[in-house]
């Protein structure tokens, strides 16, 4: 069973930046593998959303809530990936899950592999 841990979450204020990173552990897996890898979002009593995702042709996709403020990003001989986080706001936050994207789509269902999280917190 593929395991992914996410790291970087903390404390920012307003206008910040900060820079998760998700690595796998456990069995060999490789970031550059699969299909695809994402990031994923969620605050209590909502459901989990689409943040960014990157394939493996390196192509991405963003949410349209960070398009121009987050970046995704991989580094296969670190077999890591990250999202960096700039111009954060309140609304950004959430815990922050990365997965193995399966399958073209960005639904929760076309990810798997999740992570447990990293907690990201904007103050204004």
């Known amino acids: 069973q593929v395991q992914l841990v996410e790291s970087g979450g903390g404390l920012v204020q307003a206008g910040g930046s900060l820079t998760l990173s998700c690595a796998p552990s456990?069995?060999?897996?490789?970031?550059?593998?699969?299909?695809?890898m994402g990031w994923f979002r969620q605050t209590p009593g909502k459901e989990r959303e689409f943040v960014a995702a990157?394939?493996?042709?390196?192509?991405?996709t963003y949410a349209e809530s960070v398009k121009g403020r987050f970046t995704i990003s991989r580094d296969n001989a670190k077999n890591t990936l990250y999202l960096q986080m700039n111009s954060l706001r309140p609304e950004d936050t959430a815990k922050y899950y990365c997965?193995?994207?399966?399958?073209?789509?960005?639904?929760?269902?076309?990810?798997?592999?999740w992570g447990q999280g990293t907690q990201v917190t904007v103050s204004s």
């Open positions: 990157i394939t493996w042709n390196g192509g991405s």
């Open positions: 997965a193995a994207q399966r399958r073209s789509g960005y639904r929760e269902a076309d990810f798997g592999s």
């Open positions: 456990g069995r060999t897996f490789s970031v550059s593998s699969v299909y695809g």
